[in-house]
């Protein structure tokens, strides 16, 4: 806080202390007088009107009278607060830990609340924000945790983030202080950084150069008048003057040195190895700058199997499980220590063979064995279609026998067709076929007693109707009748065979009362089915 009356203010997590470096003094402050919420407070800043604004863990307080007394700003609402920050037109600027950021403006007391909209590249990253700084050119960068590094352009009202996929080492980032070059300097978890933000280009600082340590603390950087930067790490104070870093320009040309197939080191040729199925592979490659090797940096990735970039740092390795049958194009390139990279890429093709039962010579097997199961069936079906030829001739020779018998046939012929025959004019032959498929329909359901009309018109793909109207008009009966005579046709022909009984001729063509079968079949043929039976045995005694 810049004040010409009160330095330096230290916070306790149940008071605030501050100091009179002209007269030595320390004065202490609770919440209660106050008028805070709490003693922990993490935010601290005086505007250019003189008042004092306060963040603690919970809201934003104002003071007007130099510190005494505090009201709280209740557009602000409930949020973890870690900075403040009035910039060049007058707004304040609030960012939090989980709440994202706040502008406020205290002459028309609107507010703006900015938050983490995923999917949206022009929103926040994060919502957690940990640090405000505004730069000569009216820039505002905000340092998160986990978020990259955000920076707010006030005329477009737009967000640009910079993460690791933009070069940065880690995406946690703290306080951030501009030099008297206009390039922006802040802290990671991995190391310094300094953007020059009319290139985007960075160049990256760890203890390998120099510092305490990679990992740096929360507002804890300060650009002084004489242009030395003063930045906190977890394991000290680092200083420098920005003048005299001088960044290295050299372009280091990367190579791929080594690739590894089931973690065995192997030779490979320039252009490309050709891999077994389902192969673990490694490679390793490097840049060749050795003024801090240990802060090159990587970017590499799998044609087909990466869609972006992979950035590494401490690694210069990369590894695929199990890479799927197919080519594939692994692609490196490098940068050395500041962040000047080598667009020219270092790269190896990779084929990746196919499983044995995916060859050329297994889709051949695959095509002998598909033909020669054709031709199998093919032969089956002849033969059976010979069979069926024979069977049609077997036939007909044993109704020929019968015909020797005509007295005897004459009966048995108003049996088979006297009842099913059309009446009038002779069948076409396109009848002929639907009476073949009806009466094959209906034998072939015989000892179905619940195979009714509904049964024998689905089978045909045809309505009860349709089917009723086609067999009255071909055979002058109704549907039920010409199931019944088919049934009572094969009951007769069972029993001019004389091998079963009545009984298991009853049940053979689905009728489950035999007296009610012997009453149907007298009443077609007028004998019962004992008298046919003794009529026909009768025969075969006489022939």
């Known amino acids: 806080m810049t004040s010409s009356t009160v330095s330096p203010v230290s916070v306790a997590s149940s008071a605030i202390s501050t100091t009179n470096i002209f007269r030595g003094q320390v004065h202490t402050f609770y919440p209660a007088q106050l008028g805070i919420s709490e003693g922990s407070v993490f935010a601290l800043y005086r505007d250019r009107g003189g008042v004092i604004w306060l963040g603690d863990g919970w809201n934003i307080f104002r003071s007007a009278d130099k510190g005494r007394t505090f ?37 028309t007391d609107q507010m703006v609340k900015y938050q983490c909209v995923p999917g949206d590249s022009t929103s926040i990253g994060t919502n957690e924000v940990t640090g405000i700084t505004e730069d000569s050119k009216g820039l505002l960068w905000f340092s998160t945790d986990r978020g990259g ?65 990679n990992q740096f603390n929360y507002k804890s950087a300060l650009a002084a008048s004489d242009g030395t930067i003063w930045m906190g790490t ?65 970017a590499y990735k799998m044609e087909g199997i990466d869609n972006d970039w992979n950035y590494t740092s401490a690694a210069h390795t990369a590894s695929y499980a199990q890479l799927p049958p197919g080519d594939y194009l692994f692609r490196v390139r490098g940068s050395n220590n500041d962040g000047v990279w080598n667009q020219e890429e270092a790269t190896l093709s990779v084929r990746i063979l196919p499983p044995w039962w995916r060859t050329v010579w297994a889709y051949l097997i695959y095509i002998i064995v598909v033909s020669g199961s054709f031709v199998l069936t093919l032969r089956t079906y002849r033969r059976r279609e010979v069979q069926k030829i024979r069977e049609q001739q077997l036939l007909t020779e044993l109704a020929r026998e019968r015909e020797s018998h005509r007295t005897h046939e004459m009966f048995i012929n108003q049996i088979t067709y006297g009842a099913c025959t059309p009446q009038g004019d002779a069948m076409s032959r396109a009848d002929e076929q639907l009476m073949s498929q009806l009466i094959a329909k209906v034998r072939e ?72 079968f012997a009453k149907v079949f007298q009443k077609q043929f007028g004998v019962t089915p004992t008298e046919f039976a003794q009529q026909n045995k009768q025969r075969m005694t006489d022939s």
Request: glycine share 8%.
């Open 71 to 107: 009201e709280k700003v209740e557009q602000f609402g409930y949020a973890y607060m870690r900075d403040i920050l009035e910039d060049k037109s007058g707004n304040i600027w609030v960012a939090t830990m989980g709440n994202g950021i706040f502008r406020y403006n205290p002459q």
């Open 149 to 213: 590094l955000l920076c707010f352009n006030p005329e477009t009202g737009r967000f640009r983030t910079y993460t690791k996929a933009n070069g940065l080492p880690d995406n946690v980032t703290y306080k951030v202080v501009e030099d008297a070059q206009h390039r922006i300097w802040f802290g990671t978890d991995r190391g310094l950084v300094c953007l020059h933000p009319e290139t985007d280009s960075l160049q990256i600082f760890t203890r390998n150069d120099g510092l305490p340590d």
């Open 234 to 298: 977890i394991n000290g104070l680092v200083s420098f003057n920005p003048q005299i870093v001088r960044r290295n320009t050299f372009v280091p040309p990367v190579y791929i040195t080594g690739i590894y197939v089931q973690g065995r080191e192997t030779p490979f040729p320039a252009d490309g190895v050709q891999l077994p199925y389902r192969s673990n592979v490694g490679f390793d490659f490097v840049a060749l700058s050795y003024t801090s090797p240990g802060a090159n940096r990587y």
């Open 445 to 516: 359901n015989l000892s179905d007693a619940n195979y009714n009309v509904e049964a024998l018109a689905a089978a045909m793909n045809m309505s009860r109707s349709s089917l009723h109207r086609k067999i009255k008009a071909l055979t002058d009966l109704s549907s039920l009748d010409f199931i019944r005579i088919i049934r009572l046709k094969h009951a007769a022909e069972l029993l001019q065979e004389g091998e079963l009984r009545i009984n298991e001729i009853c049940d053979r063509v689905g009728f489950q009362s035999p007296s009610y």
